[in-house]
Nanobody, 124 residues
């Protein structure tokens, strides 16, 4: 499983940004796909995920981003997107794409596949 994230950059507070992650190496229709983030000196935390398989399309959001981000997936392109609106300086972090064979990708546990991360910097 390989995950290639892109779309990070430097934006101003209040701006929007969309991240994308292309998955390769297997068939991802049964995988949950999602995003975590890690700010400097802090633990990696859950942002959003969307189920594959039986619960296909079920979405989960972290409390800190709920209402400001939308996750979506395209199974034809094996790509997951994260649209972030009303960005705040506290959203500054490295954003990691993740995949899990199974539902409910909401914790960074064993079995999760990780991409290389893309840096999002929000200036005030």
């Amino acid at each position: 499983v390989q995950l290639q994230a892109s779309g990070g950059g430097v934006v101003q507070a209040g701006d929007s940004l969309e991240l994308s992650c292309v998955a390769s190496g297997t068939t991802f229709d049964k995988y949950a796909l999602g995003w975590f983030r890690q700010a400097p000196g802090k633990e990696r935390t859950f942002v959003a995920s969307v189920d594959g398989g039986w619960g296909y399309g079920t979405k989960y959001y972290g409390d800190s981003v709920k209402g400001r981000v939308t996750i979506s997936r395209d199974n034809v392109k094996d790509t997951v997107y994260l649209l972030m609106n009303s960005l705040k300086p506290e959203d500054t972090a490295v954003y990691y794409c993740a995949a899990l064979l199974g539902p409910r990708l909401t914790t960074a546990h064993t079995g999760v596949y990780w991409g290389q991360g893309t840096l999002v910097t929000v200036s005030s």
